[in-house]
């Protein structure tokens, strides 16, 4: 069971390059959601969707642009980095409004 | 925005001794999910509770629900090593976590 499938687990860019990470459950889940995680922030709500071809914004949504085309694939954009995006970032799915998420390993990008 | 306030941020204990960590809302939760975070891993579901006054057990970790639904606790009883993490609370129909309980234990 693959569960929720994030892609790069780690990656460093420049200030002003643009970059998708991907995320891809394989759980026939709804709902889908982007965190970032910074020392002591906790987890921030970067976006998140209730279904296929439904998003919407969370708490810090500036800088990231996000698309829900399938069920399955919820890739979270980079339009131009800045080192204020240095983050551990993780993906999320849950199958109804009211169930446990599951979430993937995490993507760690430094941008230098 | 975020519904739930999660204190204390951060808890040092000696190892064998107990943990508790709070979770408050302002307004009544449907339900209230708990998660783990072990370092340098990903959240992971612990529980989640629905009723009013609910309490649930695993182990040595109680999880309690309040009466007006407003508020939750979880208590570790004499910690151990294996319980390091931060601890995270989440208001269960929602996408907003708490800011979590970071717990070192120290041997």
């Known amino acids: 069971n693959a569960g929720v499938t994030q892609t790069p687990k780690f990656q460093v860019l420049k200030t002003g390059q643009s970059m998708t990470l991907q995320c891809a459950q394989d759980?026939?889940?709804?709902?889908m959601s982007w965190y970032r995680q910074d020392p002591g922030m906790g987890l921030r709500l970067i976006h998140y969707?209730?279904?296929?071809?439904?998003?919407d914004q969370g708490e810090v949504p500036n800088g990231y642009n996000v698309s829900r085309s399938t069920t399955e694939d919820f890739p979270l954009r980079l339009l131009s980095a800045a080192p204020s995006q240095t983050s551990v970032y993780f993906c999320a799915s849950r199958g109804q409004h009211n169930q446990p998420q599951h979430f993937g390993d995490g993507t760690r990008l430094s941008i230098l | 925005g975020q519904q739930v306030m999660q204190i204390p941020q951060y808890q040092h204990v000696q190892e064998g001794e107990d943990f508790t960590t709070y979770c408050n809302s302002s307004t009544t939760l449907s339900n209230i999910q708990w998660y783990k975070q072990r370092p340098g891993g990903h959240p992971v579901f612990l529980i989640q509770?629905?009723?009013?006054?609910e309490v649930k057990k695993q182990k040595r970790l109680t999880f309690q629900f309040g009466e007006a639904k407003k508020n939750s606790s979880l208590h570790i009883t004499a910690t151990q090593t294996t319980d390091v993490g931060t601890y995270f609370c989440a208001a269960g129909n929602q996408f907003y976590f708490g800011t979590g309980t970071s717990l070192t234990v120290i041997p």
């Open positions: 969707s209730v279904g296929a071809g439904i998003t």
């Open positions: 509770l629905v009723k009013s006054g």
């Open positions: 759980m026939n889940h709804e709902y």
